[in-house]
């Protein structure tokens, strides 16, 4: 996440957000119940984001096996906390 982008869970809904307008702009619908994302890295905020903006399964391709338990679990309480 960039510096001086405020909180994680907002910057990573932006980004999900952002990724929404460009799709639409290219007319596909923005109603997805599977999304896929190719090198989250360490970060899965932008997957968070969008299971809890409705998205069904989100799968994440990397050369990391998977993200810390721990750090998922941070994003993910964050993540609801700015949703609700």
Do not use: Q, W
Not at 13 to 35: K, Q, T
Not at 50 to 67: E, I, P, Q
């Amino acid at each position: 996440m960039p510096k001086g982008t405020g909180s994680p869970a907002r910057y990573y809904y932006s980004v999900y957000l952002r990724h929404l307008v460009i799709a639409a702009a290219n007319g596909l619908s923005p109603d997805f119940r599977v999304v896929a994302e190719i090198g989250p890295g360490e970060s899965l905020g932008v997957g968070m984001a969008a299971l809890l903006s409705g998205v069904r399964r989100y799968c994440a391709f990397d050369v990391v096996k998977h993200a810390p338990t721990s750090r998922r679990e941070s994003h993910a309480n964050r993540h609801s906390r700015t949703t609700k």
